[in-house]
């Protein structure tokens, strides 16, 4: 229906930088072109021409954990097993099973891949120490396998004499044209991981890092994204090895140990894990640096070990990151006008259809009964309210019906769905968004960002269309008016402010219906009152609200419908008028009058 | 099939000292939400401290004992200090990270000091033990599960019926309310610093007359403490000892009847096995976080 609406609108052209496919591919030409050139002047064997293929292969299993870490927050401490596996492929592949060097290649890479989504699948439903701890474990075992299994990998004593391919005719067999596969390679897995970062993909995993729950209340599988970003980590890990292999010629198992992989880490937080250009930067330093200062050669993994923590304490976003943060600072304001969001464009109007139906349901804690036989309905284009004194279950409803919880018993139904049983990304992915009591933003992203991981919602009219989402996310910061801090990271605005962005958010995404849980809680009176406006004008465009409040002053405002619950029951249901002066919510809510005095 | 009483007896001195440095490791958990992958560094650098004070100073073993014992609980309030408390109020991940940078640290640091060869520490009890039945019983090893029984029975006395106990237990399930109860939480949290690291230390100290005593153990305990942790069911402290329990005697008959090389790869076996069939673990609850 509304894209209908939308189609219908006529948008006015607006000033939004749109994602043009052919954006970017000069820069990357030059970029592949800069690689080429330096592969040229490089010395065709020798000290320098090792540092730089060290380098550059290294920097491709480095711009993995920038994947993993930087945008998905989970921890995997296995980039030289992964590493590892992709430098055996191409080792054995070419030089013991007469493979061609890029098939080996992609089978180690393959096989890399496999391994990561295994040990993903197995941890990454639980929190991200498990993928730590299931990693750091992989890679010790990874270690032992490669000693121990001398027929398969010929063990301690390594695999000598990899060949090195021949592309298009060309022989890269001399030192400098093998360089400059690698180099090539790199520019364009860098380029390639940072435009991930601002992909789609890519906003999901950041919204996972910073927020698991509110990720899956807008539509995001928190699994499959970390299996996802796991998957991508532990492939390239692979091809940064097998493009090591053919560099070196000559591997061995003490050069994929555990120590290696936190060399990797190293790297990669020094560099600044955020952007595979930090992770470049971090690499390179960390090549080069060890061999400036040889008299650390005997220490030199204490003092990694020593500045990972000190970056943790003292540059947390690492070195790339003071770059970024002045980039930030000098971003323009986005001018000009953008359209109305589309469903600020339906009628006004109430119906009779009920969007959610919500049937004996209840949800115990234990003993507690915390919703006992709850029943519902919301109709279409009226603002429902939920309220009751504390501890009545108001929370645990609105965390039952957008699925945080599984209910003891009873149905809920969603514009003529069952959605019992759907998980939290299912749910909002039908068409139902919310916002949460405690404020639940993705710090780590700007005020837009936040707002186009809401537009993006699969199943949204736009979520297909990289300018239209930020068309739709500027549109619903225009309405909550913050278009002017769009470029802003998040943390750095006020509370009311932020609660202004998950508002936005959940409004981008072009919901059926839209849960406010505690909208004002937190806020001073002129936000309160500031939410009051901004909530009429969201019902004097129809859209379809469940509020839960404790200010009555901003209830009676907006409420249409107004249910109230207490120890888990509704104990009253109906127009503002009737509940209010209704005898049993007074005592809800002012307790018992005593009899004598009555 | 002789063998497998006795096995099973090794297996339970083992996993004794797993089930030791797993305790430690739950501990930080649930009283300072820390994951710690230091674990395995305070079980080795117990037993380093007993190789300097035993083997190279040639004081008396108890002495020593006592001495790295006390050293270890300090060295734990210092490792707070450096991993945890600059970090704390910045979530999870940065902990887990610095604390990952201080085992490598550890490790690196003893490694340059001490060399990659193994010290060998030779207990007061020799090669001695007694026969019961077809078991010979170390007496190394009935002294390793004589002191986990110990320090369980005595952690849970602490626990559960001292004032001392309380106010952990408190910290662990609330940190504001307990600190607005008059709690000293920062202290309570330095405090189970302490004894994780003192824990460690002695399963290093107890486990090193068994083994040699290098850099490498940390790793390998390490990674038993973790696989303990989810084999028992994460944050629970009966299932850190279970699971250590189990581990010890899992990976003994697996060295025993399949293959040596692989000893350790049993642990990390049995782990993938659970979290793809249990994930909770024996003892864990479903966590959900709250909205």
Redesign the interface.
Known sequence: MSTRILAASGAPPVAVTAARPWRGLPAAAIAILAAVALAAVAPDQGYLLNILMQAATYAIATAGLVVVLGYC?Q?S?AQAAFFGIGAYGVALGTADYGMNFFVALAVGAFIAGVFGLVLGI??L??????L???T???Q??LT??LV?WISLTHGPDGVRNIPRPVLFGLSLAGGRAYLGLGLVALVIVTLAIWRLKSSRLGRAMQAVRDN??AASTCGIDIFGTKVIAFGISAVLGGIGGGLFAGGFQYISPDQFS??ES?VF?TMA?LGGVQSPFGALLGTGLLIVLPEWLRFLR??Y??V??????LI??FL?DGLWGIVTERMRRRARPILGAVPRLPLLLLSGRATEEVVLEVSALAKHFGGLKALDGVNIAVRRGTVHALIGPNGSGK?TF??VVTG??RPTAGRIRFTGRDITGFAPHQRNRAGLART??NIRVFKGMTVLENVMVGAERPGSDVAADPAGVTRRALAALDFVELRGDAHRMVGTLSYGHQRYVEIARALASSPEMLLL?EPAAGLNMTEKHGLGLLLQRLKGHGLTILIIDHDMALVEQVADHITVLNFGRHIADGTPHSVLTNPDVIAAYLGEPRREAA | MTMLPQLLFSGLGIGAIYALVALGFVLLIRAAGV?N?GQGEFAMLGAYLLVVFFNILALPYWLSILLAVVLMAAFGVIFAG??YW??RH?G???V???T??????????V??LYGPAAEQVDGPFGDTGIDVGPVFMASQYLVIIGVAILLVILQYLIFEKTLLGKKLQAVSQDKEMASLLGIPVAGMILLTFAYSSALGGIAGILVAPILFVSTGMA??I??KA??AN?IGG?GSIPGAILGGLALGIGETLGAAYISV??K??F??AM??AF??VR?QGLFGEKI??K?
């Open positions: 927050g921890i401490i197995a941890s439903r639980l929190g991200g120490h498990y730590a701890m299931v750091i474990s992989f010790q075992i032992l396998v121990n698991e729950l555990f120590a936190i880490l937080l005997q220490v993994l204490a990694y070990g020593a500045s990972v923590i943790m304490v947390p929370s609105i965390n945080l919880y949460f009591q849980d | 994951v992958f450096a991993t600059p970090l910045r999870g991940l940065p887990i990270i610095s990952i940078g201080a085992s490598i640290f550890l490790e690196n640091t490694l340059v790793g390998a390490a990674l973790f696989a989810i994460y090389p692989y350790d790869a642990a990390f782990l993938l979290l793809m994930p959900s976080e909205a």
